[in-house]
């Protein structure tokens, strides 16, 4: 019987199958999604800013997608996931407020979905599908047993990648 397992923001945490990973609340937060397809390691970080190098306090490794997603593959391959098999989902990144200035640090969500795929790509992990930007929250249930991610929205419906 699988478990469903709540991640919170600036959180992350690691499933086996047929458990289920669920967050919500992901406005310009993103949510990436890691899996092994061979041993159906699961994992999920709620990640609510880009870079730990631009924060005055690092407490929270989860909060920031440098740190997180590392800890992630970290906490996954101590399971018994193998780094080359690992793959990515990922869902969020929105602009849920309209600012009208050129200013980047009003540009989170699109931030945050930049150093995700950034940070992907420097550990070499593949993205194999994405749901960000819009102006609207998420909440998404990544399925251990399959890879599947479900996402769910307030208006503009219901989707799976």
């Known amino acids: 019987m699988a478990k469903i397992i709540k991640i919170g923001m600036a959180d992350l945490n690691v499933a086996n199958c047929p458990d289920i990973l669920q967050t919500a609340g992901l406005g310009s937060c993103v949510g990436v999604c890691l899996w092994d397809s061979i041993t159906k390691i699961g994992g999920l970080a709620h990640i609510m800013l880009p870079y730990s190098t631009q924060a005055r306090s690092v407490g929270n490794e989860a909060k920031f997608a440098d740190t997180a997603i590392p800890l992630l593959v970290k906490q996954m391959e101590n399971l018994g996931a193998l780094r080359q098999r690992l793959?990515?989902?990922?869902?969020?990144?929105?602009?849920?407020?309209?600012?009208?200035?050129?200013?980047?640090?009003?540009?989170?969500?699109?931030?945050?979905?930049?150093?995700?795929?950034?940070?992907?790509?420097?550990?070499?992990?593949?993205?194999?599908?994405?749901?960000?930007?819009?102006?609207?929250?998420?909440?998404?249930?990544f399925y251990t047993e399959t890879g599947k991610l479900y996402i769910r929205t307030i208006n503009v419906g219901e989707k799976i990648i």
């Open 87 to 141: 793959v990515a989902k990922i869902a969020g990144g929105a602009q849920m407020f309209s600012f009208y200035s050129g200013n980047d640090i009003m540009r989170i969500g699109e931030r945050n979905a930049e150093a995700v795929k950034e940070t992907l790509a420097k550990l070499k992990i593949k993205l194999l599908a994405e749901d960000v930007g819009g102006n609207y929250g998420r909440t998404i249930e």
